[in-house]
């Protein structure tokens, strides 16, 4: 037995380490209004830093010290390290002079639904371990199916439902095993080597890694050729004549993942026509619409997705273009069953009376991980703090500023457009002399690296049919027209200067 003075001994000991304790609500507020000034402080600084960081590999190993520190420092040392140290190699992603790759949007109500979520930091894996997580997740995935008119067979009152997943390529990964187990139930588990997935070469690298993980032979990853005769999407005739060649050598179709918004050139795949092939063929149909779906609010952008009913899956992550912090990827499928029987198990230590008598949802069975975060609620803070006319207001002035790029890019002479603007990404390149002998690949690439070597903008490339092309997507909450004029300055400044040198 402790002696009674041991714990006066303790009681006074916590006292004088009030200012040590992992959780203490005073102590909480008083760092984290500390922290919110440095974020403001951030933000309405950021375009003094480099878009894109400027380090080399290797500087904050010579930074910082080779072991953790023994004793407590203090919150201010801290931010100080943050702000010599870390910041320098940060590439910013919420600059208004970020054009690269796609967004990744943070917003006032997404950082508090964040905020929100680290507080009470929950772990929802299913239902009694936090029952709002679960429920909220549900009604919210629903609203957002309702504002996209998804048909009522992806709302959680059927036999569907929508939960969210981390990234596109978890969600990817998930409906891939789904359709997988799906179809082995069916043909037996000998033919799992035999199984063929299809999809477009303009399709994300993250469903040929959902086949290598999901024990698929990627040689039977089908990434079928497209070119700017069909602007770039999957032709339904040439998938059509691939199942064929593919079930004459005794192989069994079973999975087509089709885009809406493609990575490189934002290209969107004919669903109702590749729909009609699945279904002929008894294929799972999965939609990516990770960048553009959240455009698809939109009424006059809600035809892309046209088909969409007709899909066993639709994917469209949310922290892009939706205003909502990452991560926060939203799927939905018409059959939840296909995903609790491949990624279900039932320990002991889980069960409980509300999921053994399945009234309830357990997200831990529709997705990899046991544990999950309430990703929910700052999904449900976006929706309520700027509501469908905010977020559709959102969505139109970036394509608005695209569109407006796109006409400084024709007007130049220099540069040519390469593949249609669809939504808020433009691709374009700047023209070689007639004496090239890569067909201006060199060139282009000594351009975009000129661009972003002055820190002043930050875009990315792609290659369109053996082309290096310029990416300029535009996406940051902060950007605003007066970016882009100055972005396409640089970029006029820069071709200028390279074009001397070539010719």
Avoid at 35 to 45: E, G, P, Q, S
Avoid at 84 to 99: A, D
Avoid at 253 to 274: K, Q, R
Avoid at 405 to 412: A, R, Y
Wanted: aromatic share 10%; hydrophobic share 40%; net charge negative.
């Amino acid at each position: 037995m402790v002696p009674i003075f041991r714990y006066q001994e303790m009681e006074q000991k916590e006292e004088n380490d009030l200012n040590l304790k992992a959780m203490n609500a005073e102590e909480l507020r008083e760092q984290a209004h500390k922290m919110v000034d440095f974020i403001a402080d951030y933000y309405k600084t950021i375009e003094s830093f480099p878009v894109l960081s400027q380090v080399q590999p290797g500087y904050l190993g010579k930074l910082l010290p080779d072991s953790a520190p023994t004793c407590p420092e203090s919150l201010q040392h801290v931010l100080n390290d943050v702000q010599e140290k870390i910041l320098p190699g940060v590439t910013h992603w919420q600059s208004p002079n970020y054009f690269a790759y796609f967004p990744s949007n943070s917003s006032i109500a997404g950082f508090l639904g964040e905020m929100l979520s680290a507080g009470l930091n929950i772990v929802g894996f299913s239902w009694i371990t936090s029952p709002a997580a679960t429920e909220l997740e549900a009604i919210v995935l629903d609203w957002l199916a309702k504002a996209l008119l998804l048909s009522h067979d992806f709302f959680s009152t059927g036999q569907g439902g929508g939960v969210i997943q981390g990234t596109a390529s978890e969600a990817v990964l998930v409906v891939l095993v789904a359709a997988r187990d799906k179809i082995l139930r069916t043909v037996g588990r000998t033919a799992l080597p035999k199984l063929v997935t299809y999809a477009s070469d303009q399709t994300h690298s993250s469903l040929q890694k959902a086949c290598q993980i999901g024990g698929l032979d990627p040689e039977l990853c089908r990434l079928l050729k497209t070119d700017s005769s069909t602007n770039f999407a999957l032709s339904p005739d040439v998938l059509s004549e691939a199942i064929s060649d593919d079930i004459a050598s005794g192989l069994i179709p079973f999975f087509l993942c089709a885009n809406v918004g493609t990575t490189s050139s934002t290209a969107v795949d004919p669903l109702p026509a590749l729909a009609k092939v699945t279904r002929t063929n008894n294929i799972w149909f999965h939609v990516d619409a990770a960048y553009a779906g959240s455009a698809c609010i939109c009424p006059e952008y809600r035809h892309f997705i046209d088909g969409v009913e007709e899909a066993d899956s639709f994917n469209m992550n949310a922290h892009k273009w939706f205003l909502t912090n990452f991560d926060c990827s939203l799927l939905w499928v018409k059959e939840r069953s296909a995903l609790i029987q491949s990624l279900s198990t039932n320990p002991e230590y889980l069960k409980n009376k509300a999921s053994e008598g399945n009234m309830v949802i357990d997200y831990k069975d529709w997705q990899i991980p046991l544990g999950r975060r309430f990703r929910s609620l700052k999904l449900w803070m976006v929706l309520r703090l700027y509501g469908l006319e905010g977020l559709q207001a959102h969505i139109r002035s970036h394509i608005a500023m695209a569109a407006y790029f796109e006409e400084l890019v024709v007007q130049d002479k220099r540069f040519k457009v390469v593949a249609p603007r669809t939504f808020s990404l433009v691709c374009f390149r700047l023209l070689p002399p007639p004496n090239s002998k890569d067909n201006g690949n060199k060139l282009n690439h000594d351009l975009i690296d000129l661009v972003n070597s002055t820190g002043s903008v930050f875009i990315t490339h792609t290659v369109l049919s053996g082309e290096f092309v310029l990416r300029f997507a535009v996406g940051a909450p902060l950007t605003e027209v007066r970016h882009v004029k100055a972005a396409w300055q640089i970029l006029q400044e820069k071709a200028t200067a390279l074009l001397q040198i070539y010719h």
